[in-house]
């Protein structure tokens, strides 16, 4: 994590200083954004997998909650704030603020204490036998099976949606650009709101009950942004909707399985089960932009968001499916302690 921490930092602070200097270029900035892409992967591996071993294991569902508070308050506020800011300061000075962060991030950092099992020394690792491992972990455990292909359809569809989105409500609905940015806003408040009230109905209802629920409402959410082709005089009113549950489905899923891979999973084969699942989940949205890019062309942007809501709805069938619908709570006999 203090790794990536200095990439971010790095990358960061390179481009007011270029900026200043008359460097700047686009090819600086694509550099940029690769860099923190590498960077933000192995900082959620090395975060994912360190929880456990700074918290027991009952705890770290209750810790994921209040990150994801955290996440949401900060995903309210931040932008407002740059915008804000961005009026007075050029642009690239403001990633000088953000490297700052950064640092500031890396020194908080310093101060935690995991009790981190001793590394395996060089000559005795395999790449590919962990690699291999992590997906045989994977693949071998119910939960984690299901979780791995549900949030990777889940992001199929996502991606194939976000190619279009933006362009289908600011081109074929012709809503406002101010507009457009008010309902993202009012999507934020919405996690906000639903992080705050989800760690108490987890508790309720249960982990498992609860992602059943909340991972069929992301569906039901994206159905309103089609429709809202289809019925043009409430198309605001549909997008604000679908902002709303999709806000509170996105984070009231996030809430529900949080702590759930790490109570399956034993702590040496954590970081590789979260590097493995990270490979697949992460890289069905780039595939699923480049699908909706594909079918906008060939059709349209409407009939590429009726196939991302399909794509979407497929892990329901798999819930469904699941011997987890008979159960409220993780079973006892998943759970590892090691």
């Known amino acids: 994590m203090l790794a990536a921490e200095a990439a971010y930092t790095v990358a960061l602070a390179s481009i007011p200083i270029a900026y200043l200097t008359g460097m700047l270029t686009v090819v600086q900035l694509m550099g940029v954004a690769v860099a923190l892409s590498i960077a933000g992967v192995f900082f959620g591996v090395a975060h994912t997998s360190v929880l456990p071993l700074i918290l027991p294991k009952k705890r770290v569902a209750d810790a994921k909650a209040r990150l994801t508070t955290s996440e949401s308050s900060i995903s309210v506020i931040s932008p407002a704030v740059a915008g804000a800011a961005a009026q007075s300061v050029a642009a690239p000075i403001l990633y000088g603020v953000a490297a700052c962060c950064q640092l500031l991030s890396a020194l908080l950092l310093r101060r935690i ?72 806003a009012v999507g934020a408040v919405a996690g906000l709101i639903a992080s705050l009230a989800c760690p108490p109905l987890r508790r309720r209802i249960g982990e498992i009950r609860m992602t059943m629920v909340f991972s069929a409402l992301a569906p039901v959410a994206m159905l309103f942004l089609p429709l809202a082709g289809l019925l043009r005089g409430e198309a605001v009113a549909l997008v604000a909707i679908a902002e709303i549950m999709l806000g509170v489905a996105l984070v009231g899923r996030s809430v529900a399985v949080a702590g759930l ?28 932009t480049m699908v909706g890019g594909v079918v906008a062309g060939i059709w349209s942007a409407q009939v590429a968001l009726w196939v991302g809501v399909a794509v979407m709805a497929t892990p329901i069938v798999l819930l469904l499916g699941s011997p987890l619908r008979r159960h409220r709570t993780l079973p006892a006999e998943w759970e590892v302690d090691d």
Do not use: C
């Open 113 to 184: 204490e995991p009790t981190e099992p001793p590394p395996v020394p060089k000559a005795e690792r395999h790449f590919r036998k962990e690699v291999a491992d992590g997906i045989r972990t994977v693949l071998h455990q119910p939960l984690l099976r299901l979780l791995l292909g549900q949030t990777a359809l889940n992001n199929l569809g996502a991606g194939i949606m976000m190619a279009v989105t933006a362009y289908f409500l600011l081109k074929t609905l012709a809503i406002q650009p101010w507009l457009f940015g008010a309902l993202s």
């Open 261 to 288: 891979r790490a109570r399956v999973t034993p702590n040496r084969y954590l970081s590789r089960v979260t590097a493995a699942a990270a490979v697949v989940t992460q890289g069905a949205t780039p595939l699923g």
